[in-house]
């Protein structure tokens, strides 16, 4: 099985020593961007809360200011998904500028129906590949996604990443929704046949929008005895040692029930949407600032993106490992490296 290369493990260590001196002093400044370079996508998933083919992308020289103040202001790494990433025909340079002129680590996050014709120009620059699989079943796969022939694309470039590029981490994110349940063992054979480590993401149903609304809502959730059943198998099979990443407290949160947690997202990320807002996850309506309104150094300075690293701990809506095991790993930065953590290597 492909291990991190010893650049990310380096970074790794860097991410978890960041945690603990933003906790140590208090600020809980971001030093990790995650980014919606596009929110356009060729799929149609019913669980997708992301999706909007008609938001303009920012250009590819606003988005290179925007990184090379990021790494003046101290961030350390970038995670680029969408929408689809390959979406943008210059992912290739950004991902090159982004590693090569600045060194910040790099995830890439897709559903792989470009990967296999676009790899060359993206997984140089790449630090970990995650690709979307919602199904061990290809004709499942694809309904789910809404796109014919997404599944055959995706072990293709799977397959041919692991030849070209066999030092770089590989792995497999799927959703927890209506109907996928019963493949969880299929998927774990899967990844396992595959040499690769496996996510499993339960979904979320909606963000938030003003005055308590919903910015978007799906009905494919499951509900939360339904929710606690799967946790509780998947805790098993990750003590058994299949290779998921995700850790088991994640798993034992919706086992518990959902009693709620503290969310430090908002001190370790920046969450940047494909039309360049800075989001204010607790009301997208209102986003904190555009990159190119000012400096991201005065952007930081900001009162209200200040404020959601509090506001944001009074908030435990979302389901996602994103945000449910960076709470975690906040609150105690060594669950990267014990065992039942976050397996990441």
């Not at 200040?306 to 930065?333: G, Q, V």
């Amino acid at each position: 099985m492909n291990k991190l290369s010893s650049g990310a493990v380096a970074t790794v260590g860097k991410l978890v020593g960041r945690a603990i001196e933003a906790r140590l002093k208090g600020d809980g400044r971001p030093f990790i961007i995650v980014h919606m370079v596009t929110n356009h996508c060729m799929c149609r998933c019913k669980s997708c809360l992301w999706r909007h083919n008609d938001w303009e992308d920012v250009p590819l020289e606003d988005l290179k200011r925007f990184y090379s103040e990021a790494a003046r202001e101290g961030f350390l790494a970038t995670g680029l998904f969408g929408g689809e990433p390959f979406m943008r025909k210059d992912l290739g340079e950004l991902m090159r500028f982004i590693k090569e002129d600045l060194g910040l680590t790099q995830l890439l996050f897709t559903n792989g129906w470009h990967l296999e014709e676009r790899m060359d120009e993206t997984l140089p620059y790449a630090d970990i590949l995650l690709t979307s699989l919602d199904s061990a079943r290809p004709e499942r796969h694809d309904e789910i996604r809404g796109l014919k022939g997404l599944y055959e694309r995706l072990m293709g470039a799977i397959e041919r990443a692991k030849v070209k590029y066999p030092e770089l981490p590989i792995h497999i994110n799927t959703c927890i929704q209506k109907g996928v349940v019963d493949e969880i063992d299929d998927l774990i054979n899967l990844a396992n046949r595959l040499g690769l480590k496996i996510s499993f993401d339960i979904i979320s149903d909606y963000r938030h929008g003003e005055d308590g609304g919903h910015f978007s809502k799906t009905d494919m959730g499951l509900k939360a005895e339904q929710a606690a059943e799967v946790c509780s198998y998947l805790l098993e099979k990750k003590r058994e040692g299949a290779p998921i990443v995700n850790s088991e407290l994640y798993y034992r949160y919706f086992v518990d029930g959902k009693p709620g947690y503290k969310c430090h997202l908002p001190k370790v990320t920046m969450w940047i949407d494909g039309r360049g807002n800075l989001e204010y996850c607790l009301n997208l309506d209102k986003p904190i600032a555009h990159i190119n309104d000012m400096p991201l150094k005065d952007i930081m300075e900001l009162p209200r993106f200040k404020r959601l690293r509090a506001e944001a701990e009074r908030c435990c809506t979302c389901n996602s490992p994103t945000m449910i095991d960076t709470s975690f790993i906040w609150e105690n930065p060594g669950l990267v490296f014990q065992k039942g953590g976050v397996n990441v290597g």
